[in-house]
């Protein structure tokens, strides 16, 4: 495939990422996955940064990397190249790849981090992400071969059906990032999306991630490179000189706040957990305490018991808000969402549930603020497969259920609950109330 894909087959290629019950060429689980992680606090404060996309996100991964003596380990549900090195024409069929040349010039710059990292500093890399089954094609390479080739360490997630975390940890905690980014030219620069930083924050709720991740590792399979590369050709792959490259600047987003890293000291930690292990017991366990307050900003609300929460907040009278994506890429997300959007139309609510500000690609961020004073932000969504109910989990060729590996974080200081609140209320602001329509797919 060559480097320049016309835009249409671009956008087409959005049909890659969706996650509808029925695409699940990236399911691999074979074994029940029992709860195994149970959510902890802290018991001394961590500093936070809170970050944003589109704002940065992108300097923010990069410089993680770059800081990075020793390891890191990371989650990432799948890479898209922002060459055009991972495209291809039908979900889970078919094979993908550049020219050697061409994936070498990698525009993401997180790549040229990474092997940067690996030959400059001999940097400990490892990355548990999704298979989706497309190898390279005859001839070509994609961004996972080459950093495989250059000794960073990937596995294929086997735990449950799909790994959806987002989390980076550098030098064995020293710096941890818990996000909604997806590694995809959009998710960094063109969506909404929310993640914050942990420093100096060694403490259960964060070790926590770090023991799925490494279970998640220990699970996982080896990532197998499918083609075979000439000797010349492999010098060329495997060249350790520094690789330069450039962070681009933000492009922004029309119109849309532009958000800042502010470090906040003596932020508790009140809370870890990770999906599925604990995540619907403990989500579900925050609703009763609600006393006055309750605003929700998710790519999309999917779950009928979550939805229902929303509505009986709102009938023993909390001021609750819910602001979503008016583009979801699963046909089946899109349709599960309006009918919860409906039921809590009908139910009062009118003019409380809103999409938010429609020139960020996605609204792909969730975080809710729970009376003023309490952060909750998690890698996943509102739906089944983020927060499932059970406590053991089948492959989902015997369950028919998707089961996602997700991480989420409760936090309190108010200067940092007061700058979510800055963004939550300029993209409020921008964004429109939702309506009963006539169900037209946008995405598609
Ligand atoms: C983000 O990545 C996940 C996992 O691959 C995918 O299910 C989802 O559709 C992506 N979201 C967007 C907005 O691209
Ligand atoms: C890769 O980048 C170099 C330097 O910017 C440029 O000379 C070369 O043409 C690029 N190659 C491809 C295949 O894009
Ligand atoms: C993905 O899984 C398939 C089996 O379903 C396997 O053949 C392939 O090698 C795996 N891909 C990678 C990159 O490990
Ligand atoms: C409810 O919350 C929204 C968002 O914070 C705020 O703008 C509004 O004034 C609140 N309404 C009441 C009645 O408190």
Redesign the pocket.
Known sequence: MSAALPLALLTSCALLWSAAASDNCYDHQTETYSARFSPAGCTKTCTVTPFFSPDTSISTYVSLIEEAQESIDIYTPGLRSWSYCTDYKEECEGCTGCSIEAQRNESFPVFPALLNAVHDRGVKIRIVTNNFTIPACPGKITPFDWLVLNDVQVRMYTTTTFQHAKYITVDKGKKTAVSSVNWSYTSFLKNREAGVILEDCTCSAVSLYQSAFDYDWDNGEDYVITQTYTPSEMAVITNKAHMPYTVPDSPGVPGAFVTQLIKHDNVAIKKGYSSPDSSRDTIMSYFPQVQQ?F?LAVYQVTDDGLCDELLSLYNRGV?V?VMVSDYIVSEYDYYKAQDCYKKLYDGGMKGRVQYAYSKFEFSHEKYWIIDSTTIHLSTGNWSPSDFPTGTSWKPYSQSGKSVNRDLEIVLEQQDMVDYF?RV??AD?ALGKPWEPKSLTHKGH
């Open positions: 307050s605003n001021n808000t609140y939550y209320d409020w």
